[in-house]
């Protein structure tokens, strides 16, 4: 215990003492948590039944034994039953005569945290007078008197209920307080419809899942507070939940493609609980995590074919490459030309399947979508057909966004070339890109061939399946598949009024802005901290530093100099990088994450539904790359 706590007990104890009233508090455990010294003179208790810890049940059997109830004669039993009775937690009010002739009042109240606190007040006075006035009232009818008396006992113990009353009133508007502060800070949204569908309740978190929707919603009916394409998605599930049939879904909200999860729960009086979530990033999160595993299966699955297959075709090379140096015929020498000439194109179909299901990672970085856009310009044009337009429509605003642009480029080549084959000699193939509703990038290619047959509607993504006959390896589009899976987005394909059209979702980050200045780097390896040092101070930063969540936000509340955070995912104490990422959320600088854990981790999964995570070690380039110079959204 420190000094003010300390001091402040002292001063508790000081003040219970100029009390006149004798007061004890037990625990859970019926043991003493404190008294005043009035407690102790009123029952002329020793030390150790007053010290914290003393038994409840021991001191009412001191009590006893020294004829504080009268003659008893079991006191066993009697002690039985006072434990019985403070066990049960339960207000009371009673008086009792003692045997020294004095008279106390008792009056008993439970504790919110547990325990039990009773003050014992000195009657006696009171009752004397009332005796007094018995004895000298002659004009009194004794009936009148024996009233009087009722009413005044009835008046104390009135006014111990009201008391009680009062301190469960107290009771009940802080637990109201803290639940309603706890509801507001969790990120989704509680609310209660009554039977008509008007909101009684809400934590005033709807906009924050539904943005653009009012958070003060009392008295509105969820159709008004939803909208009418929201609500249309909730409300065979909300009238399923009005009888009884408790779910939980998830749809995509129209306004600005997130992905919300709703739970409806019956009351049973006929209204319903609901909580939504914003699950967006966590179903990004998951579409990569599912994506990565299928890609470990299928290298698992082809790792041992594909060593065999490729040594069965070396030594096919090798024996066509032996026969074609001898003397054969014409026919005999076009047979081992097309055997050698399979064989290679089975090397390359294995270079392929390992492109697909190596340890083929996802880089994001700051990229300049413009300028990449310009370039696939500039790279496909030369292998488009003289009468093949290529059409660059660039609708995204001028934000370096997260992303990998070597594997995002290289998909949408192979998506041009596949388009170029479709429109053979002549034609047009446009590329667009715009933001929906600050949640993805979508990038779509149309042209003007014939369009996706019915059976490559259907198979188009599965390797392997290709049109082109022997020209083509059936692993261009499901490459492209695969590199959006990984980032958590999604690839659709159709055909349009002119042709085929193949839509790409990518999530849309923005990457962090740093202008220089000032970089807080939170990190508990003081080796390590020290390496990350170096590292911003070469890209131009002044470096402060903290080892725990509750000191970096310390730092960052009260230093407006900071720019950039960079924090380690496990720090000391039990907050983590994430939760300092969710108090430092809304800041006006970004939070970069570095982890050592696994990417199968649980919390390096949550970190990579939030953005982007440096994984250690890595370089100064890498750090650079995930940071943009300032720009204006």
Known sequence: MDYSEKQTRVMATAGLNLIAQALSIYDNDLRLAVCNRRFQEMFDLPDELTSPGASFEETIEHMALKGEYGDVEDIAALVQARVDQARAFEPHYVERRRNNGQVISIEGAPLPQGGWVTVYTDITRTKRVEELLRTRSAELSDQVLSHAEELSATNRELAATISALEEAKRQLTEIESRTRLTTEMMPAHIAHVDADGHYTFTNRRLSSVFPGRPSEI????????????????????????????????????????????????????GGVYILSMDITEETQARVALQQSRRRAMAAQMTSGLAHDFSNLLTIILGMQGKLAKMHLTKEAEDLVQGTLSA????????????????????????????????????????????????????????????????????????????????????????????????????????????????????????????????????????????????????????????????????????????????????????????????????????????????????????????????????????????????????????????????????????ALSRGPVLQKPFTTSQLSALISPEHTS
């Open 218 to 269: 009392v008295g509105l009916h969820i159709s008004e507070a939803l909208g009418e394409m929201a609500y249309a998605k909730i409300e065979p599930n909300l009238l399923a939940a009005y009888t009884g049939t408790n779910s939980v879904f998830e749809f995509n909200e129209d306004h600005n493609q997130r992905r919300i999860r709703v739970a409806l729960t019956s009351d049973q009086s």
């Open 343 to 606: 064989a290679r194109r089975g090397g390359r179909l294995l270079n392929r399947i390992a492109d697909m299901t190596g340890n083929r990672t996802l880089r994001p970085q700051a990229t300049d979508l413009h300028a990449l856009l310009q370039d696939l310009k500039l790279l496909a044009s030369p292998s488009l057909p003289q009468a093949v337009g290529l059409s660059v429509l660039d609708n995204t605003p001028d934000q370096l966004l997260l992303l990998d642009p070597g594997m995002l480029q290289d998909s949408l080549l192979n998506l041009v070339l596949n388009a170029r084959d479709a429109c053979g000699t002549s034609g047009q193939i446009t590329v667009s890109a715009h933001i929906v509703g600050q949640t993805w990038l979508e990038i779509s290619l149309t042209d003007t061939g014939p369009g996706f047959s019915k059976e490559a509607l259907d198979k188009a993504l599965n390797p392997f399946f290709t049109t082109k006959g022997g020209e083509g390896s059936g692993l261009g589009l499901p490459m492209v598949y695969d590199m959006v899976k990984l980032a958590g987005g999604d690839m659709r394909i159709s055909n349009t009024l002119t042709g085929a059209q193949v839509v790409l979702r990518l999530p849309y980050r923005v990457a962090p802005a740093a202008r220089g200045g000032m970089a807080l780097l939170v990190e508990d390896s003081d080796d390590l901290r020290a390496a990350f040092r170096d590292m911003l101070i070469d890209l131009g930063f002044s470096v402060i530093e903290a080892t725990s969540v509750d000191e970096a936000c310390a730092l960052a509340a009260n230093l407006d100099e900071i720019t950039l955070v960079l924090s380690d995912i496990r720090l000391q104490g039990e907050a983590t990088g994430l939760d300092l990422e969710e108090r430092l959320r809304g800041s006006l600088f970004p939070v970069i994450l570095m982890t050592s854990l696994p990417p199968t981790d649980p919390q390096h999964r949550t």
